[in-house]
C-alpha cells in the first residue's frame, strides 16, 4: 500500500513516497506479530532511485514500512516490491514517479551546430 497518495514528486533529493505491506495468513486475517522481516525492492536502477532499507521488521499489528527516497534524476514507473521470507513478491497498488522540477527550467548550454553554414 502506497501511504502517500500523490503519486509524483520533484526529484530533488528530499521527496519520498511512503510504502507498507501487512503481513497476513492464508485467510487474510492481519498476522500480529513484530519483528517479522520485511524485505523490499524496486525496478529501477538503484544508484537513481533508493529505498530507505532493503529489509524492515514488523510492528505489533504485522506491518513493514519503507520509504521510496528521489536523487535529483527523473524516473518515471517505478514499482515498489515487498516480500517476506520465501513468499512471491507482492508490488504495490500504484507505480509513483520523480519528476523534473519545472519552476526550475533554465536553457543547459547553446552550442553552434553547424560552423560551415555560418561562414558562407
Do not use: C
Not at 530533488?12 to 507498507?20: L, M, P, Q, R, T
Not at 514488523?58 to 521470507?85: C, F, G, H, K, M
Amino acid at each position: 500500500m502506497i501511504a502517500d497518495r500523490a503519486v509524483s514528486f520533484v526529484a530533488d533529493e528530499k521527496s519520498y513516497f511512503s510504502f507498507s505491506a501487512q503481513l497476513v495468513d492464508g485467510n487474510g486475517n492481519p498476522i500480529k506479530k513484530s519483528g517479522l522481516v520485511v524485505n523490499w525492492t524496486h525496478n529501477k536502477d538503484p544508484q537513481k532511485i533508493l529505498l530507505s532499507a532493503a529489509t524492515r521488521p514488523t510492528d505489533s499489528n504485522s506491518i513493514a514500512s519503507v520509504e521510496l527516497i528521489s536523487t535529483t534524476n527523473p524516473v518515471n514507473q517505478i514499482r515498489v516490491s515487498a516480500n517476506y521470507a520465501v513468499t512471491a513478491s507482492v508490488e504495490a497498488d500504484q507505480k509513483v514517479n520523480f519528476i523534473a522540477e519545472e519552476g526550475l527550467i533554465t536553457i543547459g548550454t547553446v552550442e553552434l551546430n553547424d560552423l560551415i553554414s555560418l561562414l558562407k
